[in-house]
């Protein structure tokens, strides 16, 4: 891959090598490749179809988490996001130890690495809250909270600039990742001033059906917003709104 640096711009196919615009600038890459077939069919191509395979498990796994907390991801999220997560996923099959190369899937895989995932590098959870906090996600009795310590926001908030105000986001899921399907419960605080007064303890509840046998997830994020004549409209569209994965209890 080229970047274009030349004052015109293509784009198309022009001997050989296409000209294409990206959301990273202009590019251009030489057409070819190894022709399909031979790739569905050469056994020269076997690590490369079972590669295939766990990748497109991997996105597939992806999409179904993503699905489960979709509202929230539509207020924070990075363009890399969906690749992001795919590259982490295929890291969790990898860690499949009982199904062999090519099989292998996120339920047999190590889904707590998924642990930490920010949704939004513009806007990181853990560079943006300094409230200590615990979550509870348990599987037996499906109870799956965020309990929050009292703050103040100025102190233990690094809010973007232009912010009058937040509210805090949770959401709970259970993944059934073989059928594609799930389980979330969402909740949210009120909207609180960011400035020096207190904010009291909170409690965001999200809780789940009891002994569920799929990987379940708790998400924790913040949203921000900007007071103008009386309303408050979302800061900058959400660019810096933060939502990350807290906690996992994989299968």
């Known amino acids: 891959m080229a970047r274009q640096s030349s004052i015109i711009k293509l784009k198309g196919t022009i001997g050989g090598v296409t000209f294409y615009k990206s959301k990273d600038g202009y590019l251009a890459r030489e ?5 399909a077939s031979r790739i569905k069919n050469d056994p020269a191509f076997q690590r490369t179809r079972e590669n295939g395979s766990e990748f497109g498990r991997a996105g597939n796994a992806g999409k179904v988490l993503r699905n489960s907390i979709r509202v929230l991801l539509l207020k924070a999220s990075d363009y890399r996001m969906v690749s992001r997560l795919t590259r982490d996923m295929v890291k ?10 090519g099989q292998r899937n996120v339920i ?6 998924l642990q930490g995932f920010e949704f ?8 943006t809250l300094f409230a200590p906090f615990a979550v509870t ?6 109870d799956a909270k965020a309990e929050i310590e009292g703050f103040t926001p100025e102190v233990s ?3 973007p ?7 805090i986001l949770s959401g709970a899921m259970g993944i059934d990742f073989e059928n594609q399907v799930f389980e979330a419960k969402l909740s949210e605080s009120v909207i609180h001033p960011w400035d020096g007064t207190a904010v009291a303890p909170l409690t965001l509840e999200n809780n789940l059906t009891a002994n569920s046998t799929h990987p379940l997830f708790f998400v924790l994020g913040i949203e ?19 939502l990350q994965i807290v906690k996992v209890v994989g299968t």
């Open 161 to 167: 600039g232009g912010t009058t105000h937040f509210k």
């Open 120 to 127: 939004n590098v513009n806007g990181k959870l853990g560079t």
């Open 31 to 35: 057409k070819g490749g190894v022709d």
């Open 224 to 242: 921000f917003y900007q007071e103008v004549n009386g309303e408050k409209y979302p800061l900058k569209n959400g660019a810096f709104n933060a």
């Open 137 to 142: 996600l348990d599987r037996v009795t499906g």
């Open 157 to 159: 908030i690094a809010a």
């Open 92 to 101: 969790v099959i990898q860690m499949d130890a009982t199904n062999p190369r």
């Open 108 to 113: 047999d895989g190590e889904a707590e690495l």
